[in-house]
């Protein structure tokens, strides 16, 4: 596997139901994020992680709640989600520690979020 | 407040020409990244080209260069030979220093006409 991967890639669930979102980065990057994007809206960061330790939380709805056991995989773990949280979840990863600005983030493919 | 704008929906371009798409931006960062994604329907956004806030040359990679200009806060993306698979949207999105969070803008869908 190379750069970032994202399972799974479609995923339907009701509003009662737990799920998971996993992400692996193959790049040696430091930081990790995950960012919601929905139709007609800009691309919303969620959450960074840098060296597994949580430094954005973007005024995120407690029904996600990110967890990042080492700096190769990041998890989005949902439950009672509501049908506006339908969207694309990217994941992307980035090789600064310290929150630079030059640094570009690579991207994985994303998970089609559906809820019912 | 930090802010990306890109005010073309959508372009489309014929082959083998030039295109260029349009970004602006707002912020009181004195250092600051400036980033092009490009995005396929497969979904997955694709880094193309970087330019620094105090780079003094237009950043250029492959058929990609960027026209800078800081006064104006402007840095449009020049696609060289369009091909097909250009096909696809492109996002303008800025960092700056001390942290993490990327701003991106809403958009360019464009369209290459064989």
């Known amino acids: 596997e190379t750069g970032v991967t994202q399972t799974p890639r479609h995923l339907v669930m009701g509003m009662t139901n737990k799920k998971s979102l996993k992400c692996e980065q193959h790049?040696?990057?430091?930081?990790m994020y995950w960012y919601k994007q929905s139709a007609k809206k800009p691309l919303e960061l969620m959450f960074v992680?840098?060296?597994?330790?949580?430094?954005e939380n973007n005024s995120v709805p407690s029904r996600f709640s990110p967890e990042c056991p080492n700096s190769s995989h990041l998890f989005l773990h949902l439950h009672t989600l509501q049908p506006e949280d339908s969207a694309l979840y990217l994941c992307?990863?980035?090789?600064?520690?310290?929150?630079?600005?030059?640094?570009?983030?690579?991207f994985g493919p994303g998970t089609r979020l559906t809820v019912t | 407040a930090q802010k990306i704008t890109q005010t073309q929906p959508g372009m489309f371009v014929q082959e083998k020409e030039a295109v260029t798409l349009d970004c602006t931006y707002d912020?009181?960062?004195?250092?600051?990244?400036l980033f092009w994604y490009k995005q396929p329907s497969s979904g997955e956004m694709i880094f193309l080209i970087y330019?620094?806030?105090?780079?003094?040359q237009n950043a250029t990679e492959g058929r990609y260069s960027l026209n800078f200009q800081k006064a104006r806060k402007s840095t449009n993306l020049v696609i060289s030979a369009s091909q097909l698979g250009d096909s696809a949207m492109y996002f303008c999105?800025?960092?700056?220093?001390?942290?993490?969070?990327?701003?991106f803008g809403a958009g360019t869908r464009l369209f290459v006409k064989a």
């Open positions: 912020t009181s960062d004195q250092s600051y990244g």
């Open positions: 992307a990863s980035s090789q600064d520690r310290s929150g630079g600005a030059s640094y570009e983030q690579y």
């Open positions: 992680y840098s060296l597994e330790e949580r430094v």
């Open positions: 790049l040696g990057h430091n930081a």
């Open positions: 330019q620094g806030s105090y780079d003094e």
């Open positions: 999105a800025m960092r700056g220093t001390g942290g993490f969070k990327t701003i």
